[in-house]
């Protein structure tokens, strides 16, 4: 079965970088568009940044443009999302996606997506 396990998150202080990455297995990756959505408790899961399947497009969230970075290596299967001049804003549970449009990780509609992992930003 397809399994999106994603890694890297923890405590930083508030204009600090974290990476996650985000590796895929039970899906043909080359074929997906892969993305990053966050959600805090009592609110709804909003999209973040998403790559599509050779890389070579880019989407991010306006709140993250300029400090955040999406990239994939198809060859390790493997979506990565370098944060950079991290804001208390942006603390949050991070999800990997992966679906076949990338308008549809846009949009929040994706076939996949992991357990999640932590980021909490100190301000």
């Known amino acids: 079965q397809v399994q999106l396990v994603e890694s890297g998150g923890g405590l930083v202080q508030a204009g600090g970088s974290l990476r996650l990455s985000c590796a895929a297995s039970?899906?043909?990756?080359?074929?997906?568009?892969m993305g990053w959505s966050r959600q805090v408790p009592g609110k709804e899961r909003e999209f973040v940044a998403a790559?599509?399947?050779?890389?070579?497009?880019?989407y991010y969230a306006d709140s993250v443009k300029g400090r955040f970075t999406i990239s994939r290596d198809n060859a390790k299967n493997t979506v990565y999302l370098e944060m950079n001049s991290l804001k208390a804003e942006d603390t949050a549970v991070y999800y990997c996606?992966?679906?076949?449009?990338?308008?549809?990780?846009?949009?929040?509609?994706?076939?996949?997506w992991g357990q999640g992992t932590q980021v909490t930003v100190s301000s």
């Open positions: 996606t992966a679906d076949r449009s990338e308008r549809e990780v846009v949009r929040g509609r994706y076939d996949y």
């Open positions: 790559i599509v399947p050779r890389g070579d497009s880019l």
């Open positions: 039970g899906l043909t990756f080359s074929r997906y568009a």
